[in-house]
């Protein structure tokens, strides 16, 4: 099956610094690459996605980017916030009636 | 639109006791899922329903069940609780063949003691 593996597990930035996060992918398959932000005591929550057929995604200060060949995708936060701070999961699917599979988390901690 | 609800927001079992987890959705989903999330850890899949009638064990299934009721309704049981179920309990959907995004409830928060 997928497995997903994201580091770090731990990031501080210092507030308006950038933070990225990455995650690597097993199953070539895999072409669904969302991206879940869970704040604490509070439900995760998707915060962007991409899928295999194009290579980088942006959203204000977030963007997504996808390495199909190298098999990863990472997660930028620009000019970061001190609400950024939360838990990050990346996950991986093979699409339409597949499971997602989880990566670990990143704990991101922006320091005013 | 609530999205997932999910009954009761906390809970305080005794060992042995067992008890109910309730999820519905109201955006007409096909798949519904449990994970639990333990302290500072990730999301582990408990059971999922990929649709009406159909449930699937996850990665981490022994001391539960689960039953679809209906569409809208997935509930998760402990049988006999267990310290080791102490955990944060999500309920999620998801359309069956969209894309698989994921959408979670507010958790419940379940302390076996």
């Known amino acids: 099956g997928e497995n997903v593996e994201q580091h770090p597990s731990t990031l501080s930035v210092q507030e308006g610094d950038s933070a990225v996060i990455k995650c690597t992918y097993s199953?070539?398959?895999?072409?669904?690459f969302p991206w879940y932000k869970q704040e604490l005591g509070k439900r995760p929550q998707l915060i962007i996605d991409?899928?295999?057929?194009?290579g980088e995604k942006k959203d204000q200060r977030i963007a997504v980017t996808l390495n199909k060949t190298a098999k990863h995708f990472s997660l930028h936060i620009t000019e970061t916030q001190p609400e950024d701070s939360a838990v990050y999961f990346c996950a991986a699917s093979k699409g339409a009636g597949n499971m997602l599979t989880f990566g670990g988390g990143t704990r991101l901690m922006v320091k005013p | 639109n609530a999205g997932v609800t999910q009954t009761p927001k906390f809970q305080v079992l005794k060992t042995g006791q067992s008890m109910t987890l309730q999820c519905a959705q109201d955006m007409n989903h096909n798949s519904m899922y449990w994970y639990r999330q333990d302290p500072g850890m990730g999301l582990r899949l408990i059971y999922y329903s990929a649709s009406e009638g159909t449930t699937d064990k996850g990665e981490v299934p022994n001391g539960y069940n689960v039953s679809r009721l209906n569409k809208r309704e997935f509930s998760l049981r402990l049988e006999s609780a267990a310290p080791s179920q102490t955990s944060v309990y999500f309920c999620a959907s998801s359309v069956f063949r969209s894309g698989n995004t994921i959408y979670f409830g507010e958790g419940s928060w379940l302390t076996v003691v």
């Open positions: 199953d070539s398959a895999s072409n669904y």
């Open positions: 991409i899928r295999s057929n194009v």
